[in-house]
Nanobody, 125 residues
Framework: QVQLVESGGGLVQAGGSLRLSCAAS????????MGWFRQAPGKQRELVAAISRSGGMTYYTDSVKGRFTISRDNAKNTVYLQMNSLKPEETAVYYCAAAMGLHTPVVVTTDYDYWGQGTQVTVSS
């Protein structure tokens, strides 16, 4: 079992930045591909970014490319999402998730095995 706890959410003005953290416990995350998702009210959960086990490969949904950066520190058992130039439409609950055993970023939501409880990000206009 892997427990994931997100932090770093909050209220920010449009154009601002936030850095989300996802701290894992129970097992080392070096065995897992990791992802960040978000879910806005009334919308489906969507993958924002994903990173391979080693951190050498990343994936971003088109709308965040060039503004968001996913990274990981396996020694600290933590994954990060740096979000710059935030937009009001990106207001959502952001979730961290772990997918067992793959060496590439995982882009299919149902392939993720463990989920955090989420952290709220609110971007004001």
């Amino acid at each position: 079992q892997v427990q994931l706890v997100e932090s770093g959410g909050g209220l920010v003005q449009a154009g601002g930045s936030l850095r989300l953290s996802c701290a894992a416990s129970g097992r080392t995350i070096s065995s897992y591909s990791m992802g960040w998702f978000r879910q806005a009210p009334g919308k489906q959960r969507e993958l924002v970014a994903a990173i391979s086990r080693s951190g050498g490969m990343t994936y971003y949904t088109d709308s965040v490319k060039g503004r968001f950066t996913i990274s990981r520190d396996n020694a600290k058992n933590t994954v990060y999402l740096q979000m710059n130039s935030l937009k009001p439409e990106e207001t959502a609950v952001y979730y961290c998730a772990a997918a067992m055993g793959l060496h590439t970023p995982v882009v299919v939501t149902t392939d993720y095995d463990y989920w955090g409880q989420g952290t709220q990000v609110t971007v004001s206009s």
